[in-house]
Structure formats: structure tokens, C-alpha cells
């Protein structure tokens, strides 16, 4: 196989890299960004049309081009794009909805057909009568009951109807054998090797993690204090049903008596609470606003005297009759959940405040955690956590132990992820040194890199087997990704596809 491009254009280019010096570098277009998605959810194969087609001639669609080869579309049954179209369209039944799903796959098919056939002409690729023969028995066109090749029904097809399956196999075969070839490359042992050691220096890390917790108790109070409704709590039970119409329903059938509350719920309730008979327990006014479409029901809710039906009242889970069950109370500011609750709606609904306070704080306890980790978590009430040893993965590849399987909080991972230099910072740092703030999460971390031992050796095994597996796929990936960045791709194929396939409807 030529491995340098030569004037036909037939090996696949490097990605990115330019052809001529005025050539143009195609962007990420809709229609590339349909057609990898399309290649993701539908693997790479090439489809034998499941029926020939003879079609008198008829207008060509072109959608774009490949090294100057058009990608069209012609009702012809020796027309790629066309037997494609049809092959999808009887596997997957045309809709309006999926029409141009089924468009866009058979486009990318016929342009990687016709990548891969241009290699194959460069490296003088043909068809042998074998490869011709084993082709027409492997169709699946021709089989009897038992799924066998049956020699009379093929015989019994018209000549016709023969020369165009030939003529469909002599143009895909070369294209197969080529992708064949390329996607069954073994990988070599110092591949394996150089992708082992990737992993062979992982690094141990600990942080302490700096959020709204740490806002003080005594401002959390008298934040409370100043603003108590979205702290009240109330005891309620709840039935939740689909619509409005039903809702009223149950309502008249509980207020004349023919049903209880407690029943209703158990029996016609598609909440949670209906296996407690409808009980809520003690609700947040804070919380109940999340439930309700109109915030200003929640208020409704909380007015309503003890033993009372509410309305019913729209959710974002159906329609929802409550019924007071206690008094509205202010919260009980001694319960640590409570504060913590408290401290969280601070953080979402007056951020200013938040945020300014806990960027403080942290910058405190980085200050004191340079001098002493351990005592600087221990003197401001936070924890470490611990991060088992990692390595080095700035591109999240799936062959590194990176941090995404060893920090349970996810909060360094998320950092590390959010900036890879800060990634880089803390993995050639010397071991003990204090690194942060960095902002993660509803906060910010300091972290403190450790010292990680040696590689886990499970890992490296389990490593080379599942590189050397997966090395046909990561071919493949490598096709699709050089041909649809090549400067040889045109791909007019969302505007085609409006202009002449939408429009024609």
C-alpha cells in the first residue's frame, strides 16, 4: 500500500494536512458533525444491496466530492449512493423523522467508499473470479429455507439482474479488501510497551475540599432569621396524578367521602410517597418550590390549615392534591442538616455572598496548609481525601489509570480535567508540595501531591490485552477521522440535501 500521496490523490492524507497551498481547510460542518455521530451509532460496513434495482436514467444529485470523484446520487441501480439509500431504507423503514438520518449514512458510505477505492486503484487492487464468486454465495440474495445457497435460484434470476450484482461487488470488494487490511494491523510490542508506560510513574494526591460548609454557622442563622420563609418546614401528605382532570377527580371523591386520602394515594397515586400512604413527612418550603411549576403555590401549600385539601396544584411530575398534616414551622436552626440546608440555598440563590466568602476562606486555609496540611484541615473542621495513585492523562485516554477511576469525590478529577495545566503542575510537582486553589464543584480544593509507588500490575496486564484488542477499532476511528478531514472532502451534503431532497417533498 503507497503510504505518500501521489497526483490521483488515492492515499488517505494526514490528518489536517493541506494538499496544495491555496486549498481551503474545511471546517467542522452540521453535516460532519451528522456524519460522525451517524458513523458512531451505525458501525462502518459496507451493505450489499438487498435489491437490484433497474431504473431508467434519471436526474444525478451531487453532494460533494472526494479527490475530485463526485459523491452523487442517481436512481441507477450501479449508482452506490443509491443502493445504499436502499439497503438502509429496507432495514431501517423511511420516515419523516429518520429520512435524513438515512440520507446522511448512505452519503458517508458512498464517501468512504470511494476513499477506499481510490487506494485500491493505486495499489492495483482487482477482482479475482474467486473473490467474485465467494461474493455472489455470501450476498445472502439467493439462499434457500435453511439459509444455504441455492445454485437454482441464482440460475433462475434474470442476466440482468446477475451483471448488476457482479458489477456491485467489482466496486466494493477492492474498497473491503483495503479496509480489511488496514484495521487488522497488530499491534507491536513496543507499542504495547510505550502505551504500558504511560502508566509505569503514578503519583498519589490528597486535598482538602473548600465549599459552602464552611460558612459560618452564626451567618447562616441570622440569614435564616432575616429571610424565614424558604426555611419553614411542614408536615404533608401528597397524591400525584397525570393531569388536571383526574386530579379533580380524586379531589370529589375524597371530599364526598366515597374514598379516603390515604386510599387514593395507595391506590391511584404515581408518586414515591403513595407505598406511606401519600406521607411527605416535614417539607422544606425551599424544597416544595422545586416540586411545583408556580413557585407562588408553594405558598398556597404552606397556608393551608391543618386536615385540609389543597387545590390541586401542577408539578413538574403531574398534579399534585396536598394535605396539612402539621403547622408550618421556622426551621430548627440547631440540626446540622438544617444549617447545611440553610448554607446550600445561600450558595444558590445569593452566590455574591457565597462566593466571595468561600474564595476567602480557601485562600485561608491554603495559606495555613503550606505550612501544615493535616493541621490546617483539622483547625478549620474540614477532610482529606485521599486519591489512589494515578497517572498522567491530560486527553482522558481510556489506556491510562488517569484520576476519573481513583478520586471517589470526583472533585480533583473535575479540576484536573477542567484545566490541564493545573494537571500538569501537580504531576511533576515534588511530592508534599501544597498546589491551589483551584476552583471544583460549589468550591475550591488544595491539593497536595503524595507519592504513588509503583504501577498496579494488574492494570499494565489487563492493559496490553485490551490495547491489542481494541487496535481495529482505533484503525478505523483513524479512517473515518483522515477522510473526513481531508482537503480532498467536500462535503456540500446538508445544503444538497435541503435544497434538492426536502424541496422535492
Known sequence: MPSDNNANGATLP?????????????????GWIIGVVVLILISVTFILPTTVFSVGNSRSIDFGSYN??????????????????????????????????????????????????????????????????????NSGLYRDENGAFDMDAYN?????????????LRSMIPSQVVYQDMTSVKTSTAENEFVAALNASPRAFQYIAVDYNSYPDADAIAYAESNPAPFMTKALSVITVAN????????????????????????????????????MGNVVYNDLTNMLSNEEDAATVFDTAVGELTAPVQGYTGWMIFRADGEATPADTTDPAVLSDIKRYISLNDSETMDAFVAAKADEVFAAASEDFEKAAADNGLEITDVNASSYNPASSTFINGLAGNDAEGLLYNA??????????????????????????????????????????????????????????????????????????????????????MMAQ
Do not use: C
Open 14 to 30: 494526514e490528518k489536517g494536512k493541506k494538499i496544495g497551498k491555496d486549498k481551503k481547510k474545511h471546517g467542522k460542518s452540521i
Open 68 to 137: 475530485g470523484e463526485k459523491i452523487s446520487l442517481e436512481m441507477a441501480y450501479d449508482n452506490y449512493f443509491f443502493n445504499q439509500l436502499n439497503s438502509l431504507s429496507q432495514m431501517y423503514p423511511m420516515s419523516t423523522q429518520n429520512m435524513m438520518q438515512l440520507y446522511a449514512q448512505a452519503f458517508y458510505q458512498t464517501v468512504f467508499h470511494t476513499a477506499l477505492s481510490q487506494l485500491a486503484d493505486t495499489a492495483g487492487i482487482t477482482v479475482s473470479d474467486r473473490m467474485l464468486s465467494s461474493g455472489i454465495v
Open 156 to 168: 433462475a434470476a434474470s442476466q440482468v439482474e446477475k451483471d448488476a450484482l457482479k458489477n456491485q
Open 244 to 279: 388536571e382532570d383526574a386530579a379533580n377527580e380524586l379531589l370529589a371523591s375524597i371530599q364526598s367521602g366515597e374514598t379516603t386520602f390515604e386510599d387514593a394515594a395507595a391506590s391511584s397515586s404515581t408518586d414515591s410517597y403513595s407505598d406511606d400512604n401519600g406521607s
Open 416 to 501: 484536573a480535567v477542567s484545566d490541564t495545566a493545573f494537571q500538569k503542575e501537580i504531576f511533576s510537582a515534588p511530592d508534599n508540595s501544597v498546589h491551589g486553589p483551584v476552583a471544583s464543584g460549589s468550591g475550591y480544593i488544595i491539593v497536595r501531591p503524595v507519592s504513588g509507588g509503583t504501577a498496579d500490575e494488574s492494570w499494565v496486564s489487563y492493559l496490553n490485552l485490551a490495547y491489542t484488542a481494541s487496535s481495529a477499532s482505533l484503525a478505523a476511528q483513524d479512517i473515518q477521522s483522515s477522510i473526513l478531514s481531508s482537503d480532498g472532502f467536500e462535503d456540500n451534503f446538508i445544503n444538497t440535501y435541503l435544497s434538492e431532497v
